[in-house]
């Protein structure tokens, strides 16, 4: 009688477990292709002017920014965060730009035990389909533009 009692148990269980629905579908952002795009009259890979750059880590937080990033593209606006001075091997910067609206661009130097530095940033605005992303090439910084989604995810 205890094994019957206890395969009507588990077939109960069973049947349970098949019935019920622990997760629903999970809602899913799918990437918007029709976004305008920010950078249009840019071409697709400009040459960064590092020097100009260095400046930009003595800023504070609300300080305005005007600083030419390649040729004749410029970034106007004001830093909106910027990394604590205890590490001297890693500075960072954001800077919300205003001639570029809704863009912000991050920039970030990293100087490695031997002395060698590497630049990092990328200018993006989620309301538009492209953005840049500074890469190195042959020994050359660069201003390399990208689909928005090829660098995040929604």
């Given at each position: 009688?205890n094994i019957?009692?206890?395969?009507v148990f588990?077939?109960?269980?069973i049947?349970?477990?098949?019935?019920s629905?622990?997760?629903?579908?999970?809602?899913?952002?799918e990437?918007?292709?029709n976004?305008p795009?920010?950078f249009?009259?840019?071409p697709?890979?400009m040459?960064?002017?590092?020097?100009?750059?260095?400046?930009?880590f003595?800023?504070?937080?609300?300080?305005?920014?005007?600083v030419?990033?390649?040729?004749?593209?410029?970034i106007?606006?004001?830093?909106?965060?910027?990394?604590?001075?205890?590490?001297?091997?890693?500075?960072s910067i954001v800077i919300k730009?205003i001639?570029?609206?809704?863009?912000?661009?991050?920039?970030t130097?990293?100087v490695k035990?031997?002395?060698?530095v590497?630049?990092?940033g990328?200018?993006?605005?989620?309301r538009n389909?492209?953005?840049?992303?500074?890469?190195?090439?042959?020994d050359q910084?660069?201003?390399?533009?990208k689909?928005?989604?090829?660098?995040i995810s929604?």
């Amino acid at each position: 009688m205890n094994i019957l009692k206890t395969c009507v148990f588990c077939a109960f269980l069973i049947a349970c477990g098949l019935s019920s629905f622990a997760q629903g579908k999970v809602p899913i952002n799918e990437p918007d292709h029709n976004k305008p795009y920010l950078f249009a009259d840019l071409p697709d890979h400009m040459p960064l002017r590092v020097s100009n750059l260095e400046t930009l880590f003595n800023l504070e937080i609300g300080a305005p920014v005007n600083v030419t990033l390649s040729g004749n593209f410029h970034i106007i606006g004001s830093v909106i965060s910027k990394s604590p001075e205890k590490d001297l091997n890693v500075k960072s910067i954001v800077i919300k730009s205003i001639n570029r609206k809704g863009a912000i661009f991050t920039y970030t130097k990293t100087v490695k035990e031997d002395g060698t530095v590497k630049y990092l940033g990328r200018i993006i605005s989620t309301r538009n389909s492209d953005a840049y992303e500074i890469v190195k090439e042959e020994d050359q910084y660069i201003l390399k533009k990208k689909n928005l989604y090829d660098i995040i995810s929604e």
